[in-house]
Structures are given as structure tokens and as C-alpha cells.
């Protein structure tokens, strides 16, 4: 009597240590690949605007550096400068957030194919909802600025503008 009761008891215990062994393997990987998405975050994005004037660098956590090339108050006014940080800054936004989403990529694959944590243990933490809350939507881009009809300097045909864009201020 002893026996019908240890051979599907066996066989019970093999495809829960079998399939234990399994989640132990993916929670291996998805904890290496967390610690790659994490050296990842710290990789620099930099990017230049289209004049050449303005050099953004930051990482997924943000803006680090605003560079103005020295002569941008001689080759440019200040609304057309305004445009090229904004957008050296929304080109490093944009790079940022390719590198958080290749950075996470790995994690969203191996968790896909896992059981989450809350539906082997109640009140247990989810990787599903971790993952969810690292990776929020890419922010919308930037609407282009125009002209003000009450500035003051007109790029296109304004002479004495030109010309002290085109002076040193101070001699």
C-alpha cells in the first residue's frame, strides 16, 4: 500500500523541484541582467544641436551638461539659441530613453516567460510591476518655437542686428 502512494508522490516532487529549479534559473539571469540595465544607465548621451552651438550630455537619470560654444551670443540671437538647447536636450532626451529601453528589453523577455512572484506567494513583490514602473513612456516631443511677433530682432533682414552679432561687445 506503501508504494501507491510514493510513486506519484515521487513523481509530484520531481515536477516541483523541476520546476523550482526552472524559476531559480530565470531569476538568475533576470538579477544579471538587472545589473547590466543598471551599469547601462550610467552610459552618457550626448548630442549636438543642429547649428553647432549648444552640446547636451546626460544619462537616463537626466541632464548632466549644457554646453555653449563661446561665440553662440555673436552667431546667434537668444530665441534661436533658446531653440538649439532645446534641441540638443530633447536629442540626449531621445538617446536616453533608446538606452533605458535596450537596457530593459532583456529584463521584459525573461519576465514574460516567468511566473510573477504575487501568484506563488500573496502580498510578494511583482517584477512585472517593477519593470512597469522603470520603464514609463517616452516623454512627447517638444513642439518647435516660433518667433514671437513681438521680438525684438528679426533674423531675416535686420542690419544693425547683424552687424553687433557680428562685433564684440566690449573693446
Known sequence: MNDDWSAPTQASNNALRAQIDSMLDTFTAEKA?????????TQLATAWSAD???RA?????????????PDAFKRSTPESLGRSVTEAIAQVAAQAAQIQEQA???????????????????GAPSMKDLIAQLTP??????????DS???LVDDTDDEEGE??????YLR
Open 149 to 151: 511677433p513681438h521680438s
Open 104 to 122: 530593459l528589453a532583456p529584463l521584459s523577455d525573461l519576465s514574460a516567460n516567468m511566473p510573477d512572484l504575487p501568484d506563488l506567494i500573496p
Open 163 to 168: 552687424y553687433f552679432r557680428n562685433r564684440g
Open 57 to 69: 550630455s546626460g544619462t537616463i537619470a537626466g541632464i548632466s551638461e549644457v554646453h555653449i560654444e
Open 52 to 54: 553647432g552651438l549648444v
Open 137 to 146: 513612456p517616452p516623454p512627447p516631443a517638444p513642439e518647435p518655437v516660433t
Open 33 to 41: 541582467a538587472l545589473l547590466d540595465a543598471r551599469s547601462q544607465a
